[in-house]
């Protein structure tokens, strides 16, 4: 019996979330990588999530193109720019991939190697060609995003975020990757009075910390990969927050690459430029411990992995823990993956 007073609440049933098919392609990516947690074997962990991840999405019911995949830039394995993936029947996706996303991390047993995929409709994600490196800044919803600037003094950026959030400037904390390049950024974060979080490698669960609460991680800013950008872009179009992205050539040969290709190298992305449209899906899954994901723990006789699943259309975000059983069968280690 209702109370007479309560509300009733309604549940509404969107057209199907291809993120959760896509979450077991990332599932099994981060299992087969996880083999390789600590072994000091960068390519071989890269192409065990690479197969694994191109096996289970191939039977994944809709009409998927490769648009960003990660392994070009540094020859790792890869799934291929073009390259089209699943059963070729259903709806048509633009895909991005990094089954690892940190594959340094992964082979030195290090925190937060996560495996991902973004995806949105055909057509509708921007396609770098060819250029491996954008300037970023990420802050998360509850900073306006009409008041940042990629050519904005570091101190002002810091002020305004720590405005926001009503603390003090000393308690943001700008995460970036760890690299020669980032210097003079942190120096310039430093002398505004806050914190460095550095990151070693794979800067997508640095950047989606942003974002999400209790993490620790206010802003982050620096130079890192162009997919890991277009990635991240499609996360902050379903979590919200600001991404802002400029293509930064680091050779003289990926800058005439860019200029031939005609990009704008002046030009400032935001989310919304780099993934059109309102259907934009994130996937990841944790391979080892971090921000973001616990990482996959093998049990008697299962396998628990961590995973999120978010949507821009619908705004939903689902954090998942499965637990996936193993046989053994013929010398082999199955694991279920249950549609």
């Known amino acids: 019996m209702m109370l007479a007073n ?12 291809i993120g959760l098919d896509l979450v077991r392609a ?37 009409r998927g193109v490769v648009v960003i995949g990660e392994g070009e830039k540094d020859n790792a ?4 720019n073009g390259e089209p993936l699943g059963t070729g029947g259903g709806h048509g996706y633009d895909i991005a991939v990094d089954p690892i996303d940190g ?48 050519d ?61 609460p209790d993490t620790g991680i206010d802003l982050m800013l620096g130079v890192g990969g162009t997919p890991e950008g277009i990635i991240t872009a499609c996360a902050m179009k379903a979590i ?18 860019a200029e031939t290709a005609g990009h704008d190298l002046s030009r400032v992305f935001t989310q919304h430029d780099l993934v059109a449209g309102d259907n934009a899906f994130f996937v990841a899954t944790g391979i080892t411990d971090g921000q973001l994901l616990d990482g996959v723990r093998y049990l ?9 699943v978010m949507r821009s259309r619908s705004g939903t975000i689902r954090t998942i823990e499965s637990i996936h059983p193993l046989s053994q069968a013929a010398g082999e280690t199955n694991v279920l993956l249950e549609p």
């Open 6 to 17: 309560a509300r009733r609440t309604r549940y509404q049933i969107p057209d199907p979330n």
């Open 26 to 62: 990332t599932e099994s990516a981060a299992m087969a990588a996880s083999a390789w947690v600590g072994r000091g074997e960068q390519f071989a962990g890269d192409q065990a999530a690479v197969d694994a991840m191109r096996e289970v999405i191939n039977a994944i019911r809709m």
């Open 77 to 80: 394995p890869m799934l291929h």
């Open 103 to 150: 594959t340094e991390l992964l082979s030195g047993g290090m925190g937060n190697a996560i495996s991902v995929i973004a995806a949105s409709d055909r057509g509708t994600m921007y396609d770098p060609k060819g250029v491996f490196y954008m300037e970023k800044l990420v802050v998360g919803p509850d900073v306006d995003s009409s008041q940042f600037d990629l």
């Open 152 to 212: 904005a003094p570091v101190s002002d950026m810091i002020e305004k975020v720590a405005k926001a959030r009503g603390v003090a400037t000393s308690d943001v904390t700008v995460a970036m990757l760890q690299r020669a390049r980032h210097g003079k950024l942190a120096e310039e974060v430093r002398a505004a009075g806050a914190r460095i979080s550095f990151v070693l490698a794979g800067d997508i669960a640095a950047a989606i910390a942003t974002a999400r």
């Open 240 to 257: 919200g927050g600001t991404f802002l992205g400029r293509l930064a050539p680091q050779t003289g040969d990926e800058r005439e690459r």
């Open 300 to 308: 008697r006789g299962a396998v628990r992995t961590r995973s999120i």
